[in-house]
């Protein structure tokens, strides 16, 4: 038995021989090691690369939005007075109850209603309408009138200004030329008779240190001259301005006496305009380009040491384009106080 179990061994051990692998001597190259790619997973790296593509998109954007924006600005506008250094305030309730006192003080009456309603909103119901055209200066000096397509009074410039019709003479179809309605302080782009201050065409400026008031384009700029506020200087984008400048009057001479002589010892005084509104009385020039006004009461009588000389000046224009707006600055014209009359 045992000798049976030995021969099975030996059997098994020559079928492992005859079964097992040869042993091959191979020999084994590898890559040398400079030539070896490491590869490395870097999470700062994958960071750059998404910030570099949100600043990209970032920059993108912003060049977008400002190209966006140029493109929808609205065309230019007519270029803007600078801004005005002198104050500009609204003549108040307040401004026309000082008018009423110190008038009734001195009068020992109740004041006008006329210059109750001119000191808040100068009005001219009582005097007839007085057409641009015959106030317009026809002096053969200096520049003339502007062009008018419509003949109402109100040059081509001042239109555009103030949002009329430069080819209807009446623009808002009231029965008054343009001209007319704004040199009389009323809207002429509204037909209910709607009053110059509320139309957004014109602005208000007071002078509390000689106590006047009165309105002039919305458009241009106001600015006192001096810190003694003896002259402001109203002005237009174009250059053309009006000067409202104080000058003494120690004799308290009445306008067209103090014009006579100051001004023009020789002038026919029969050919002169002259104008009474707002408890003022004023003469024009025979250009039209200046008006001298003294304050006066109810009988005439001079109040105040001072003319208010108003002047128009075209500056270096070859044409003279705010003729009627100088008449409309002129009629608004009012004094809101009496605390400097001697």
Do not use: C, H
């Amino acid at each position: 038995m045992f000798d049976l179990v030995e021969e099975d061994l030996s059997k098994q051990e020559e079928v492992k021989k005859e079964t097992a692998i040869p042993k091959v001597d191979a020999v084994v190259y590898t890559m040398p090691e400079k030539f070896r790619r490491t590869v490395k997973t870097s999470n700062s790296k994958f960071v750059l690369i998404i910030i570099a593509i949100l600043a990209f998109l970032a920059i993108t954007a912003t060049v977008l939005f400002l190209i966006f924006t140029q493109t929808k600005q609205p065309p230019p506008q007519e270029p803007v007075a600078p801004p005005v250094e002198e104050t500009k305030k609204k003549i108040t309730e307040e401004a026309a109850q000082a008018e009423e006192a110190a008038t009734s003080t001195e009068n020992g009456t109740e004041t006008p209603e006329v210059l109750e309603e001119a000191t808040s909103t100068p009005a001219f119901e009582n005097e007839e309408a007085t057409s641009t055209q015959e106030i317009a200066p026809v002096s053969g000096n200096g520049p003339v009138i502007g062009l008018d397509s419509d003949a109402d009074g109100l040059s081509d410039v001042e239109e555009r200004m103030y949002n009329t019709n430069s080819q209807v003479q009446d623009s808002d179809g009231d029965g008054f030329s343009d001209g007319e309605e704004l040199e009389n302080l009323f809207d002429p782009t509204r037909i209910d008779g709607a009053k110059l201050e509320i139309s957004g065409l014109a602005s208000p400026f007071t002078n509390r240190t000689f106590s006047y008031a009165l309105f002039y384009p919305a458009s241009w700029s106001a600015r006192a001259v001096n810190q003694s506020d003896r002259e402001v200087v109203f002005g237009s984008a174009s250059g053309e301005f009006v000067s409202v400048a104080i000058q003494d009057n120690p004799s308290q001479l009445s306008a067209i006496d103090w014009y006579v002589s100051t001004k023009d010892p020789s002038a026919d005084t029969s050919t002169l305009k002259t104008l009474s509104l707002n408890n003022w009385s004023a003469v024009l020039d025979p250009a039209g380009r200046a008006a001298y006004l003294v304050k006066t009461d109810t009988a005439g009588a001079i109040l105040a040491p001072y003319v208010y000389l108003l002047t128009y000046n075209p500056n270096t224009s070859a044409e003279a384009q705010f003729q009627t707006s100088f008449m409309m600055m002129i009629r608004s014209f009012v004094f809101t106080d009496l605390s400097f009359v001697r």
